[in-house]
């Protein structure tokens, strides 16, 4: 809603499953989506509209016309040259495509992947269905009246085991697992078993919502949650924890009902973790509800509620931070929002850690937060080409370390650098301080720098060109000395960020010294309550070397107003 395509950029580097591919494919990638358990399947776009699958192919879902795994990409012969818009993709998986518009403004949707509850919407029923479907195959949309209708889809979203795909007209069409009614009660004629567990042909929904016009949709793993045109949330399926926002029970909902959200509000967007719902207003404000043992709901603890709650978090004294953007996965209890600043914050299960509140994290776009703190899967595709060109931003990503481009070069430990001066200067007060004055290798096309590593100081480098630190955690500290010694307050800020999400029971003890070293209280007290945390997981010699350095800086602090004599 408040995203801007130009806008978004990330790098490939971010996800391992790219590693291997040549950079000449590279080059010519327009758009990707990591899908699967451990992120192990991909789909590539190219700019000629080439279609790839990589990875594992489980169930067939890369969509190759087989279920063999591949570690070089290969064609998906069905969706070349179909322009594609988006993907969306379900646990088992199945995989959704939406094309762009072509031949009569027609959008339309293929199905793959996994087929056990008509989540393809491909079969005429359950007795015939096929339970794996490895090339992808067009979705025939048809009315309750049987006839085939031809619609322009605006997108799709899909559950666990669910599909769902809204029209022009603001219809819903759905299919798949039904057991906890996530298809909102759908008629029961639609179904082909007495028992309503599964729906093999897509059918229109609308019904149940009084005919209310549909302008967004989301899927949780069992539950489906839509907005209408006027603005209101309207909810369906599993309602354990409260997901649906609707306070009077936490059974399922068989038919939509609308979310105990403050009259008035304007709902833009709203996404759904496996259990848990954001939504965010026309006034920048997100409110959570359902699920919150990880913190999911980013609201100060870990109690579950169905009464949505807004986020109220402060960047500083009484200023309110505004967001503009939310990302959660149907698969996780990770959330993910921008600041109106362009900052990227996470909450949730963040690689095992409860993180309660919003945290901001080094990034400048959502995918390459999921991608470190994520479950190595994306909440949606990610753009790298687009309208025939590279963004600001992507092309100062580019310009580093290029030596056609550079003016400087700076050495370290024997290696070069290839930098540019006026970057420099822009981002960092130590270079525009050197810069600025008479300085006498200001016409000299290399410095030395000598008090750091060429692995901290390229990173250094790096960071000033991409807003990203890209460094091993054990190297965090050296580069922590440099933001001092340079004065890189957000850099210092960054680092410390970087190590609270690095640290583990076997590299406390480490931290907690540097954090005394630096003088960085909080640092050093977030080490304390990390060990306490977790001392059941901690070694004897974890432990003991913990305790040594804590008594260390005891006798340190004591010594130094004079109270410890001896």
């Given at each position: ?21 040549e950079s000449k494919f590279v080059s010519q990638i327009h758009m990707v989506f990591v899908y699967g358990t451990l992120g192990n399947e991909a789909l590539i776009v190219t700019k000629d509209k ?517």
């Open positions: 809603m408040y995203s801007n395509p130009k806008m978004i950029c990330s790098s490939l580097c971010s996800w391992p499953i790219f590693n291997s591919l080439m279609v790839y699958g990589l990875g594992k192919n489980v169930n067939g879902c890369l969509g190759i016309g087989n279920k063999n795994a591949t570690l070089k990409p290969q064609k998906v012969e069905a969706l070349c040259g179909k322009d594609i818009k988006t993907f969306a993709c379900g646990i088992g998986p199945h995989v959704l495509a939406l094309t762009k518009e072509g031949e009569h403004r027609l959008r339309k949707v293929y199905s793959w992947g996994f087929n056990n509850r008509g989540q393809l919407a491909q079969c005429v029923n359950k007795k015939n269905s096929l339970q794996v479907i490895s090339i992808p195959t067009l979705v025939q949309l048809r009315t309750p009246e049987g006839s085939a209708s031809m619609k322009r889809i605006m997108n799709i979203a899909c559950g666990s085991n669910h599909s769902v795909a809204i029209t022009e007209d603001g219809e819903v069409y759905i299919c798949g697992d039904n057991r906890f009614n996530q298809l909102g009660n759908i008629q029961n004629r639609y179904f082909n078993s007495s028992d309503n567990e599964y729906l093999f042909k897509p059918q229109l929904g609308n019904d149940n919502l009084d005919r209310k016009k549909i302008v967004h949709v989301s899927c949780g793993g069992t539950f489906t949650m839509a907005i209408t045109k006027s603005r209101e949330v309207y909810g369906w399926g599993n309602n354990s924890f409260g997901k649906l926002g609707i306070r009077e029970n936490y059974e399922t909902i068989y038919t939509p009902q609308r979310v105990n959200l403050e009259q008035g509000l304007v709902v833009v967007k709203v996404v759904c973790g496996i259990e848990h719902t954001l939504a965010l207003t026309d006034e920048k404000k997100i409110y959570a509800w359902g699920r919150n043992n990880d913190g999911q709901l980013g609201i100060g603890h870990t109690e579950f509620t169905s009464q949505p709650i807004m986020l109220y978090y402060q960047i500083r004294p009484e200023t309110e931070i505004k967001w503009v953007d939310i990302a959660a996965l149907n698969c996780s209890n990770i959330s993910v929002a921008v600041s109106e600043e362009g900052r990227v914050y996470v909450w949730g299960n963040c690689h095992g850690e409860k993180i309660v509140t919003p945290t901001v994290t080094p990034f400048s776009n959502m995918h390459d937060a999921i991608a470190r703190y994520g479950p190595s899967v994306m909440h949606e595709p990610l753009i790298l080409y687009v309208n025939g060109g590279s963004d600001i931003l992507e092309c100062l990503k580019t310009a580093f370390n290029d030596s056609s481009t550079s003016d400087l070069k700076i050495e370290v430990e024997g290696q070069v650098i290839y930098v540019h001066k006026a970057i420099l200067k822009i981002r960092s007060l130590h270079f525009k301080t050197m810069f600025q004055h008479n300085w006498k290798e200001n016409n000299q096309s290399t410095i030395k720098p000598v008090q750091f590593s060429y692995v901290v100081y390229k990173a250094f480098l790096k960071y000033l060109y991409t807003d990203v630190i890209d460094l091993p955690i054990e190297k965090t500290s050296e580069l922590l000395d440099l933001a001092e010694e340079y004065c890189e307050s957000n850099l210092k800020q960054y680092c410390i960020h970087m190590i609270k999400q690095g640290i583990t029971v076997s590299n406390v003890a480490h931290f907690y010294a540097i954090a005394v070293k630096c003088n960085l209280q909080e640092l050093e007290k977030f080490c304390v309550k990390f060990a306490i945390n977790h001392k059941s997981a901690m070694t004897d010699d974890d432990f003991v070397e913990l305790i040594q350095k804590m008594m260390k800086t005891f006798i340190m602090k004591v010594g130094k107003v004079g109270d410890f004599k001896k």
